[in-house]
């Protein structure tokens, strides 16, 4: 058997287990409205903490970037990354208890729409539906982004259609959230959590050795200008179709452009939007008891810090193991840096 028959064959028993998570939590989800929409508030901090960071995350942690860091070198992602963490740690800290506890007062609201119109006693339900129009319009591109990572994945390991791929994804995460509701969601993206992060740590571990080490991991990167510095940024020279340009088994760089403190500052700016994700924020309603939020923090950033690092480095060791990897030479190619390192 190949190695990319084995590779499917393991991602379709994936996906068959996660169909079986729904059909289990089927009929605890269909007990009430509470139950499928916050799991009844059941949520334990493990599964709160690393689900919520799995949902938040997604595809865009093994994808997005590394693919940054392959493209442009440390800054670009580096500081995307400190703003993420520092979000995360933030939104836990000030925002998890409270909503919590707030969500169960103003009349146990079970939705985002519903906690603000119940905290501001409105009774013509306007805040209700301009939240609600707003998570739809905004989730659904969050949702879609998601799809195009498993179409990118799909198509970059055995080929398949991308566009049939990201159709089959989304009728099987449809699936199983509509049979298990949120228990089902939360309990496949604690399992996709650990996945994550162990994938990580084990692509980052096998690529470093791959490339000699740490200290030639370094060594090479630093021949890029730009490539690993905090405070300047590598430009590819690509030709006319964006593609980036390669001579003598070495890719082709221009001079590096300065990475201001106003740069610094947008890319941080990241970090903001996790106060506002429905899917984090659900979470913090969910929970069991308000008290067990702060070990979900502990864990939630640790997830968070390690996944990040990890996801950053894979990028800059891809640069070095695959210089000229025609898949990876354009700005969105470069997304694949992670699939092409893991195979």
Request: proline share 2%; with cysteine.
């Amino acid at each position: 058997m190949s190695a990319s028959m084995e590779t499917l064959i393991s991602m379709l028993a994936y996906l068959a287990v996660m169909i079986i998570i729904g059909l289990y939590f089927a009929k605890v989800a269909n007990a009430n409205s509470e139950s499928f929409f916050i799991g009844g508030r059941k949520l334990g901090p493990w599964v709160a903490a690393m689900s919520a960071e799995a949902s938040d995350m997604s595809g865009w942690l093994l994808m997005g970037l590394p693919g940054v860091a392959y493209w442009c070198g440390l800054a670009d992602a580096f500081w995307t990354a400190i703003g993420l963490a520092i979000g995360t740690y933030l939104n836990w800290l000030f925002v998890s208890k409270r909503l919590r506890r707030y969500s169960i007062k103003v009349d146990n609201a079970i939705t985002i729409p519903e906690f603000f119109s119940n905290r501001f006693r409105e009774n013509k339900k306007v805040l209700l539906g301009i939240a609600a129009v707003f998570i739809l319009i905004f989730f659904a591109v969050y949702t879609g982004s998601c799809f195009v990572t498993c179409g990118k994945l799909f198509n970059q390991l055995f080929g398949i259609n991308y566009i049939v791929m990201m159709l089959i994804g989304a009728v099987i995460v449809l699936l199983y959230t509509f049979l298990g509701g949120f228990l089902a969601e939360s309990t496949t993206d604690f399992v996709q959590g650990i996945v994550m992060i162990f994938s990580l740590v084990a692509v980052l571990a096998v690529g470093t050795a791959a490339a000699g080490g740490v200290d030639a991991v370094i060594n090479n990167a630093r021949n890029i200008p730009g490539f690993l510095e905090f405070f300047g940024i590598a430009n590819p020279v690509v030709d006319a179709s964006d593609v980036q340009l390669t001579s003598n088994g070495s890719a082709l760089f221009g001079d590096k452009s300065t990475y201001g403190l106003l740069t610094i500052i947008s890319t941080m700016a990241w970090g903001l939007g996790y106060f506002g994700m429905p899917q984090v924020l659900l979470r913090f309603m969910a929970i069991r008891k308000a008290d067990e939020l702060k070990k979900s923090r502990r864990i939630a950033i640790i997830w968070v810090l390690i996944s990040l690092f990890c996801a950053v480095f894979i990028g800059v060791i891809g640069r070095v193991l695959f210089p000229t990897e025609k898949t990876l030479l354009t700005a969105s190619g470069a997304e694949n840096v992670f699939v092409v390192l893991s195979q």
